[in-house]
């Protein structure tokens, strides 16, 4: 602070504006968290009112309170207080009238418009050995950023084993799967470890497409020495895909006799397929000799995999995203890591260029229109099948309770503070509509309620209903959720 200033008379300014003192407060806190989630948690947000030293903040979602008060509350009021040290706590409101209103909300991207790019890693240049430089491997693939789970936690363990001691016992690696489930990240992320333990050795990446390219290249122009001095002093060799050169037989015959060098040599060799070396359709000697080696699959990753992807990638693309989201993606796209990270780019789209937060609904939304609908189709993109039997009365609850982030406990207990009381109501008129459950066995499941009392509450969230397009936005997410409707 300014000494000089509080020696002068305090000026007899009129009393900031609601608006002006949030901006200054937003300022503070922008300089302090990420831009990411600086936007997704503070857009649409506004100080509503100071009351004896409560400053009231508006957030336009139920979703956002448990967020806020779990991890900004204390800095916006500690940004708060640097602005007017009257301000003795902050007290949130859901007010769903302020999502996308220009008039009472702050528009954060007119008062903070710098975009700071997003960096997404890129391909960077990697040195091979002195003066050898490789554009292939790409930094974006490192054994850090992959997720270990029961479907590749063989494949993960052998890669690391060869890391370590490339050349060694896992000679050569063989790892096999389907298509987008990691093989190429696995590869790629080995032979960064490599370098990164040692480097000075030479690492080639390569697809068995490019292989055959350059063997046609070599013997176009009669460079076949040339090819095998590159090839065969290599210390470590990754060729992916090694099924496309099937029918190929002068690629397939370089190959083995590349292979049988740097294999005398100790030299390590990793190679990837789509399927197991015996169902290869390759030379038997090809595949005799990569049998002798080790050999792993990668296959399809389970929920709980699934959702740690998510999440590494939701931050490695430093995009926040409710937990109910990452939940319901995960729970859709079951089959292929590529397509999880597809609906993941999507979201990343939407929050970027709309500047919208997804939500299930959103994000169920972009599924139908990518023709992911788990109604629709199972068998084409991957997709479990929403099961038409009815929700449990169980299931309702926790899909409400995710997505208001308020707990089930919360939900049948007593309280009566809004946040509470609002997603009880739709629990409960879910409960109604879906389970046709009376408010007798309504009231018993909500902590033992008298049924006028649920009476009363399911007649009040009915009404609001038909002249509450929030709400019913809200009712339709987590019916989307429950897979009731599409
Ligand atoms: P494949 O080569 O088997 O077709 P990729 O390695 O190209 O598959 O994987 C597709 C995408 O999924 C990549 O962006 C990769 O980073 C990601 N991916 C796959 N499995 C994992 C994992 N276990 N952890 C993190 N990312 C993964
Ligand atoms: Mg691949």
Redesign the pocket.
């Known amino acids: 602070m300014n000494p000089t200033a509080t020696l002068s008379p305090a000026p007899t300014s009129p009393a900031v504006s609601t608006s002006d003192l949030w901006l200054r407060i937003l300022k503070i806190i922008e300089s302090k968290i990420q831009r990411g989630q600086f936007i997704t948690w503070f857009k649409d947000t506004a100080v509503l009112g100071l009351e004896e030293g409560n400053l009231v903040v508006g957030l336009p979602l139920p979703m956002f309170l448990t967020w806020h008060m779990q991890h900004y509350r204390t800095m916006t009021l500690e940004a708060a207080q640097e602005i007017d040290p009257s301000i003795r706590e902050i007290v949130y409101t859901v007010d769903v009238g302020l999502k996308d209103n220009r008039e009472r909300s702050t528009d954060l991207l007119e008062h903070f418009p710098e975009l700071k790019k997003r960096k997404v890693a890129g391909r960077q240049e990697v040195k091979l050995a002195e003066g050898i430089v490789s554009k292939i491997l790409s930094p ?2 490192m054994i850090e ?5 029961t ?2 936690r063989l494949a ?1 363990a052998a890669c690391m084993a060869v890391a370590r001691e490339p050349g060694g016992k896992y000679n050569p690696l063989f790892l096999y ?12 992320a080995t032979g960064n470890a490599i370098l990164k333990a040692h480097p000075r050795s030479t690492v080639v990446y390569t697809t068995s497409e490019d292989f055959t390219n350059q063997v046609v290249e070599a013997i176009q122009h009669q460079k076949m020495d040339q090819f095998n001095r590159r090839y065969r002093t290599v210390d470590v060799l990754i060729i ?2 090694i099924q496309f050169i099937a029918n190929k037989d002068r690629t397939q015959e370089i190959f083995f006799h590349t292979f049988n060098a740097l294999y005398e040599e100790r030299k390590q060799v990793i190679i ?1 397929a ?1 399927r197991p070396p015996q169902e290869l359709q390759l030379e038997d000697r090809l595949i005799s000799r990569f049998a002798r080696g080790m050999i792993a699959d ?1 296959s399809q ?1 389970d929920y709980e ?1 699934r959702l ?2 998510l999440s ?2 939701a931050a490695e693309y430093e995009i926040f995203l409710d937990r109910a989201v990452l939940e319901f993606i995960a729970q859709h796209v079951t089959k ?3 397509e ?2 597809g609906i993941l780019m999507q979201a990343v789209a939407l929050y970027e260029l709309e500047q919208r937060m997804p939500t299930v609904r959103s994000i169920s939304e972009i599924m139908s229109k990518l023709s992911m609908d788990p109604l629709k189709d199972e068998e084409t993109v991957g997709f479990t099948k929403a099961p038409k039997r009815k929700p449990t009365f169980q299931e309702i609850m926790e899909a409400v309770s995710r997505y208001y982030s308020v707990s089930i406990q919360d939900m049948v207990g007593a309280s009566r503070v809004r946040e509470v009381l609002h997603p009880r109501q739709v629990a409960m008129l879910l409960g109604k509509k879906h389970l046709d459950m009376s408010y007798v066995r309504l009231g018993e499941v909500f902590g033992g309620r008298d049924h006028t009392t649920v009476m009363n509450a399911l007649k009040k969230v009915d009404g609001r209903q038909h002249n509450d397009p929030q709400l019913l936005r809200e009712i339709r997410a987590v019916e989307v959720e429950l897979g009731l409707v599409q």
């Open positions: 974006k693939y950023n992959f997720i270990v789970g479907n590749n993960h799967g389907g298509v987008g489930l990691g093989k190429t990240h696995l590869l790629q992916d895909d990837s789509d990668v990753p995999t740690a992807i590494e990638k292929n890591v590529r999880l990270e």
